[in-house]
């Protein structure tokens, strides 16, 4: 009786963190946000890890994207990775220039695991979303995350060439 019960508590174990998902939406992809300063003066954007933005589907009803931490346990593996320390404060992009960011196209969920909890993610459907990013005009702005404009842009999934441009200054 007792090997039984251990294969079972073993079986129920694996299944908290499987990879197993319930939708069957296309395989995601990745997307490069192309985040271009088209304005002369520096802009700023503010990390926590992740650059401060938000993705919303605007599916009826809209809903934000949770997306994937910068060091998220999957629940499809046994084990976690240790992570460090990551980058908190401003990043500058210069007059002209372009900075990218990369989104895997899933939506995060998060389940109780035997070591925390980890992230089960979900391929998003096709359909329209929107990108907004907050937009400082001095690092010291960014960094007290004060006085931001919204850069936004909506855009269509699958996202032809897997490519957004975003513009985060305004023209002259």
Not at 30 to 35: C, I, K
Not at 120 to 125: A, E, F, I, Y
Not at 161 to 168: N, Q, T
Request: net charge negative; glycine share 8%.
């Amino acid at each position: 009786m007792k090997p039984l019960l251990i294969a079972a508590v073993t079986a129920a174990l694996a299944g908290a963190c499987s990879s197993k998902t319930t939708d069957a939406g296309p395989p995601p992809s990745t997307v490069t946000f192309e985040l271009r300063n088209d304005s002369a003066p520096t802009l700023y954007l503010f990390q926590d890890c992740l650059l401060d933005l938000t993705i919303t589907s605007l599916a009826d009803p809209p809903h934000v994207i949770e997306r994937e931490g910068p060091c998220g346990c999957d629940c499809g593996v046994a084990s976690c990775p240790v992570c460090g320390p990551c980058f908190q404060g401003p990043r500058e992009v210069a007059g002209g220039a372009v900075l990218s960011e990369y989104w895997s196209t899933v939506s995060v969920t998060y389940e109780p695991a035997p070591t925390g909890s980890c992230e089960r993610k979900h391929s998003l459907p096709p359909g329209q979303y929107r990108i907004d990013i907050p937009v400082y005009g001095s690092a010291e702005d960014a960094a007290a995350k004060t006085g931001a404009r919204t850069a936004t842009q909506t855009f269509t999934l699958p996202v032809p060439s897997d490519s957004v441009s975003v513009a985060l200054g305004v023209s002259p």
